[in-house]
């Protein structure tokens, strides 16, 4: 990692965290492996730009400073938009890692948010005009549900799992050709985004990831189903 002053570390600790990137990127190696290609080098020049580009995190500029001012970001953009790697391979491998972590065992809840990113066009997947918070209106932007695992007492969070919202016309038969077309699942059908979540939470469970308790905000705590599912597991 490149200047490790911009984060308030010292030199010698910027290089132990730039160690410990290293050897996660390649415990994480397989998951970008097809029969045929290797990608995960797309995967490490993505996740060393993310952490080291100090102005816009575009896919050019992300290029640009790891692999040098001629880069252009369009084999780092295919790897993220169109390379074959499977996402959920990449989550289940963090649930793991985290099922194995037995000294933060106990003090850990799961948290149940959404988060919307704003979008220039209707052609990326998901998209349409939808709430986003962070602007507090509704916008052009693609929604995701998303699940964290956190303990407070240990200061540790990390992301677990997550799904992207599909809006109902996204899921409709003329749609068909853009949904291949963007690779999405065709067995995929319409769910809120609470119904989303209850699936993701069974599947951190069934990771065994150990957790005390699921939190969320009111869009979600007041859903009469979610809390049904919830207290027929004895998760509430």
């Given at each position: ?170 899921v409709a038969p003329q749609q068909g050709t853009l949904r291949q077309h963007l690779g999405m699942p065709p067995e995929r059908q319409f ?46």
């Amino acid at each position: 990692m490149e200047l490790p002053e911009r984060w308030g570390l010292g030199a010698a600790t910027g290089g132990v965290v730039a160690k410990r990137v290293r050897a996660m990127w390649a415990r994480y190696q397989a998951c970008f492996r097809t029969q045929t290609r290797d990608t995960s080098e797309n995967a490490w020049i993505y996740v060393r730009g993310l952490l080291t580009v100090d102005q816009a995190r575009t896919f050019a500029n992300i290029a640009r400073r790891v692999q040098g001012p001629e880069a252009d970001g369009q084999r780092v953009q295919h790897f993220m938009s169109a390379s074959p790697w499977s996402a959920q391979a990449v989550l289940e491998q963090v649930r793991a890692e985290v099922a194995r972590q037995p000294e933060i065992g106990t003090g850990n809840v799961l948290i149940l948010d959404e988060s919307a990113d704003g979008k220039a066009g209707e052609q990326t997947a998901g998209a349409g005009r939808q709430y986003k918070g962070r602007l507090g209106k509704v916008a052009l932007s693609q929604v995701g549900t998303f699940l964290a695992r956190a303990n407070e007492a240990r200061r540790f969070w990390t992301w677990i799992d997550g799904e992207l919202f599909l809006p109902e016309r996204w899921v409709a038969p003329q749609q068909g050709t853009l949904r291949q077309h963007l690779g999405m699942p065709p067995e995929r059908q319409f769910a809120t985004t609470i119904e989303l979540g209850w699936p993701m939470i069974q599947r951190v469970r069934a990771a065994g990831v150990p957790f005390a308790a699921v939190l969320c905000d009111e869009l979600y705590g007041r859903s009469r189903w979610l809390r049904a599912q919830l207290d027929a597991a004895a998760l509430l």
